[in-house]
């Protein structure tokens, strides 16, 4: 059977020997503890599982929804995201739902991507980053995210003809998988990038309602013409405990929502109602729930950055997101590391490398797992590491 060329340039599935790897201990009867998927372990709120309850009884919900999405959910976007950053939204242009960030990140390569053209990516970086510009026909040019900036990219180190042919800039702060927060002015430095060479920006806010120490993270949209160059992906997945009911939006920049939109209605059919409106309910009624969930991650990180500080690993508390990025032990790649800590400790961590080439070095540990199996897993790595 021949695949199309479009998926054969995909690189293969880093995680697919880990996969089997995982599953071969399982069989052999050892205790795995997976750190390596961020998939909240708690289950969605009441508040909105009652809502999509009380919408799915109503039969209006049950036909085909429409791909501009309910009214009801754009206006709550609207609300929410005038609330919570201050941001004017116009819910009849400016925001469509999508079936997660997943689906929208990579839709927006289709919809602007040409062969002979490129995305900007963040290396370490989420992966359809990268993937969703080889399966639109065109290029991912990665830009490297390292400690020593913050792991935010230098603007000035692109290449000009990658800035030339690149027509997109996928950004994500709080960042996975670093963890990082935006430093100050950096979106302003890329809002002057953007309009300086015709990229529209695609600002991942997954994590924007996952912080710590009081830290509040910001929305691309809140800086000054970041409308006129930009789109953000908004999701309820993580900080609404809600991944597997694929919520989230694409906002910002009317032309730009307008093409996406018109590529999803050629593609799927849109958000089912019910979900949509308890979404809504989440967005106008929910604000405690990430905040809530927020301080479990926090009690978590510190429990996991005290452990590893304590055996000698360098590793910078995140004021957000879901996971610690830490230095693997000298003489280890990333990939080496993970294995040995499967093998000696029946431990799941993700390897840096796995993200991209400067992921390399680093290794990622995801917080969703209860208390009790992130302190009895973060002992076993403390006898492996120590050991
Ligand atoms: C940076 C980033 N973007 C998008 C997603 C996908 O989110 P969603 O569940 O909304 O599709 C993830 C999930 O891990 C992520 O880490």
Same mark, same amino acid.
């Given at each position: 059977?021949?695949?199309?060329?479009?998926?054969?340039?995909?690189?293969?599935?880093?995680?697919?020997?880990?996969?089997?790897?995982?599953?071969?201990?399982?069989?052999? *009867?050892?205790?795995?503890?997976?750190?390596?998927? *961020?998939?909240?372990?708690?289950?969605?709120?009441?508040?909105?599982?009652?809502?999509?309850?009380?919408?799915?009884?109503?039969?209006?919900?049950?036909?085909?929804?429409? @791909?501009?999405?309910?009214?009801?959910?754009?206006?709550?976007?609207?609300?929410?995201? &005038?609330?919570?950053? %201050?941001?004017?939204?116009?819910?009849?242009?400016?925001?469509? !739902?999508?079936?997660?960030?997943?689906?929208?990140?990579? @839709?927006?390569?289709?919809?602007?991507?040409?062969?002979?053209?490129?995305?900007?990516?963040?290396?370490?970086?989420?992966?359809?980053?990268?993937? *969703?510009?080889?399966?639109?026909?065109?290029?991912?040019?990665?830009?490297?995210?390292?400690?020593?900036?913050?792991?935010?990219?230098?603007?000035?180190?692109?290449?000009?003809?990658?800035?030339?042919?690149?027509?997109?800039?996928?950004?994500?702060?709080?960042?996975?998988?670093?963890?990082?927060?935006?430093?100050?002015?950096?979106?302003?430095?890329?809002?002057?990038?953007?309009?300086?060479?015709?990229?529209?920006?695609?600002? &991942?806010?997954?994590?924007?309602?996952?912080?710590? &120490?009081?830290?509040?993270?910001?929305?691309?949209?809140?800086?000054?013409?970041?409308?006129?160059? %930009?789109?953000?992906?908004?999701?309820?997945?993580?900080?609404? @405990?809600?991944?597997?009911?694929?919520?989230?939006?694409?906002?910002?920049?009317?032309?730009?929502?307008?093409?996406?939109?018109?590529?999803?209605?050629?593609?799927?059919?849109?958000?089912?109602?019910?979900?949509?409106?308890?979404?809504?309910?989440?967005?106008?009624?929910?604000?405690?729930? !990430?905040?809530?969930?927020?301080?479990?991650?926090?009690?978590?990180?510190?429990?996991?950055?005290?452990?590893?500080?304590?055996?000698?690993?360098?590793?910078?508390?995140?004021?957000?997101?879901?996971?610690?990025?830490?230095?693997?032990?000298?003489?280890?790649?990333?990939?080496?590391?993970?294995?040995?800590?499967?093998?000696?400790?029946?431990?799941?961590?993700?390897?840096?490398?796995?993200?991209?080439? @400067? *992921?390399?070095?680093?290794?990622?540990?995801?917080?969703?797992?209860?208390?009790?199996?992130?302190?009895?897993?973060?002992?076993?790595?403390?006898?492996?590491?120590?050991?």
């Amino acid at each position: 059977m021949k695949t199309s060329e479009r998926l054969d340039r995909l690189p293969p599935y880093l995680f697919a020997e880990l996969a089997r790897k995982i599953a071969a201990k399982k069989a052999a *009867g050892v205790d795995v503890i997976s750190l390596g998927i *961020g998939d909240p372990d708690t289950p969605t709120p009441a508040l909105v599982s009652d809502a999509l309850a009380v919408a799915a009884h109503d039969g209006g919900t049950h036909q085909y929804p429409s @791909n501009r999405g309910r009214p009801e959910l754009r206006e709550a976007f609207a609300r929410f995201y &005038d609330r919570r950053f %201050g941001v004017e939204l116009d819910p009849e242009t400016e925001i469509v !739902p999508a079936l997660g960030a997943k689906e929208c990140v990579f @839709n927006v390569n289709l919809a602007f991507l040409d062969p002979g053209t490129a995305a900007l990516a963040a290396d370490p970086g989420y992966p359809v980053y990268t993937g *969703g510009p080889l399966l639109a026909g065109a290029e991912a040019v990665l830009m490297p995210l390292v400690p020593e900036l913050g792991f935010v990219p230098d603007l000035e180190a692109i290449a000009a003809p990658d800035a030339q042919r690149a027509r997109l800039m996928f950004l994500n702060y709080p960042n996975n998988p670093t963890g990082a927060v935006v430093p100050d002015g950096f979106f302003e430095r890329v809002v002057a990038y953007a309009r300086a060479n015709d990229i529209l920006v695609v600002h &991942d806010a997954s994590y924007t309602e996952t912080t710590f &120490d009081g830290y509040v993270a910001p929305s691309f949209l809140e800086t000054p013409g970041a409308k006129e160059v %930009g789109v953000e992906i908004f999701s309820l997945s993580k900080g609404y @405990n809600m991944t597997g009911w694929r919520t989230g939006a694409i906002v910002g920049n009317a032309e730009a929502v307008e093409a996406y939109w018109k590529l999803k209605t050629n593609i799927d059919s849109g958000m089912f109602d019910a979900v949509q409106l308890a979404a809504a309910t989440a967005l106008d009624d929910g604000d405690h729930i !990430p905040r809530e969930m927020s301080d479990v991650y926090q009690r978590r990180r510190d429990l996991v950055v005290g452990a590893l500080r304590e055996i000698g690993v360098e590793v910078a508390a995140p004021k957000a997101t879901i996971y610690v990025w830490a230095p693997v032990p000298e003489g280890h790649t990333s990939a080496s590391y993970c294995e040995m800590v499967l093998e000696e400790s029946g431990v799941v961590v993700s390897p840096g490398g796995a993200y991209g080439p @400067n *992921g390399e070095g680093f290794f990622r540990i995801s917080l969703t797992v209860e208390d009790e199996r992130l302190t009895e897993a973060v002992e076993r790595l403390r006898a492996s590491l120590a050991g």
